[in-house]
C-alpha cells in the first residue's frame, strides 16, 4: 500500500468514525459545533505565558473522545502529523523571549521556553477538539450543522466537497505512481519527474472534474447540501452546550491549578 493511499485510509477513519452509535453521535451536531467553537475562542483568550491555567480545559476533549469512544491512537497519529506546523510558529520564541520568567529550585526558565510550551498546548487542544468533533459528527453532518447555524451555503459545500473529492484526487495520484513505478522497475520518482506527474495529475483531475460535475446536473444538483436524517435539538443538546460552556467561563477566569496549589499548601488569601 503506498503513502497515499495509507494517507487517505487515515482521513477516511475519522469519517468512519463518526458512523458509529455512541452517546456522542447521538448529540445534534450544531450542539457540538457551538461548543467547539466557544471552546477554541476561550482557549486562544488566554495570556502568552498561560500553561497551567489551559491544563483543564483538556477534559474536553478527553471526556467527548471517551462519550463516543473513540480510538486514542489514530487520533494521536493525525495530531503528530500537523504538530511540526506548531513547531515552527514557537520554535523562535525561545531565542527571542530569554528573560528569565520562573525559577524551578536552581533553574530559571525564560519567557520563551514558557510561552512555546503554551502554543503547543494550544495547539493540541484545539486541534485535539477538532478531531474530535468530526469523528463525532462526520463531515456530511458537520457541514450540514455549519448550514443550520447560518453559514453561507456555498462555503459549507465547498468544505464537504473538498474532503469528498481529496479521495478523488488521492486516487488518481495513486494510480499514476502506481503506472510509473511498474513502468520504471520500481524506481522512485527524481525531482525532475515530480513536475510531468504533477501536471498530468492536473488534466486528469480536470477531466474528472467535468465528468463528475455533468453526473451532478444531471442528477439535479442545484448547489444546495441535503441531509438524509433531520435531527431535532433536544433538551439533552441545551445542557451540553450551556455546561460546558459554563465549565470554560470558569476555567477561563479561576486558575484552577493554582488554586488547588494554594488550597493544599494553605496560601488561599
Not at 101 to 109: P, Q, W, Y
Given at each position: ?41 476561550v482557549v486562544v483568550s488566554f495570556d502568552r505565558y ?126 499514476m505512481m502506481t503506472a510509473y513505478e511498474l513502468r ?31 453526473a451532478m446536473i444531471a442528477r439535479g444538483f442545484d ?47
Amino acid at each position: 500500500m503506498s503513502r497515499i493511499d495509507v494517507a487517505l485510509r487515515d482521513l477516511r477513519s475519522l469519517d468512519d468514525l463518526a458512523r458509529r452509535d455512541s452517546p456522542l453521535t447521538r448529540l445534534d451536531a450544531r450542539a457540538q459545533v457551538i461548543t467547539t467553537l466557544v471552546f477554541s475562542v476561550v482557549v486562544v483568550s488566554f495570556d502568552r505565558y498561560a500553561v497551567s491555567a489551559l491544563l483543564p480545559l483538556a477534559l474536553y476533549p478527553i471526556s467527548l473522545a471517551a462519550l463516543g469512544d473513540l480510538p486514542a491512537r489514530p487520533l494521536l497519529r493525525k495530531l503528530a502529523i500537523a504538530a511540526p506546523f506548531a513547531l515552527l510558529v514557537g520554535l523562535f520564541n525561545p531565542l527571542l523571549d530569554r528573560a528569565p520568567l520562573l525559577t524551578l529550585g536552581e533553574f530559571a526558565i525564560a519567557g520563551g521556553w514558557v510561552s512555546f510550551a503554551s502554543i503547543m498546548l494550544r495547539f493540541a487542544l484545539t486541534v485535539g477538539s477538532a478531531l474530535v468533533l468530526i469523528a463525532g459528527t462526520g463531515m456530511h453532518e458537520l457541514c450540514a450543522a455549519l448550514g443550520r447555524l447560518g453559514v453561507p451555503g456555498v462555503f459549507t459545500a465547498q468544505l464537504l466537497f473538498l474532503f469528498r473529492y481529496s479521495f478523488v484526487l488521492g486516487g488518481e495520484a495513486s494510480s499514476m505512481m502506481t503506472a510509473y513505478e511498474l513502468r520504471s522497475g520500481g524506481r522512485r520518482p527524481g525531482v525532475n519527474d515530480y513536475g510531468r506527474l504533477a501536471g498530468h495529475l492536473l488534466l486528469r483531475a480536470f477531466e474528472r472534474a467535468q465528468r463528475i460535475h455533468r453526473a451532478m446536473i444531471a442528477r439535479g444538483f442545484d448547489g444546495e447540501l441535503r441531509s438524509a436524517t433531520s435531527r431535532i435539538w433536544t433538551r439533552r443538546d441545551t445542557v451540553f452546550v450551556l455546561g460546558w460552556c459554563a465549565f470554560f467561563l470558569v476555567v477561563r477566569w479561576v486558575n484552577i491549578p493554582q488554586w488547588l496549589g494554594q488550597a493544599v499548601t494553605g496560601q488561599l488569601p
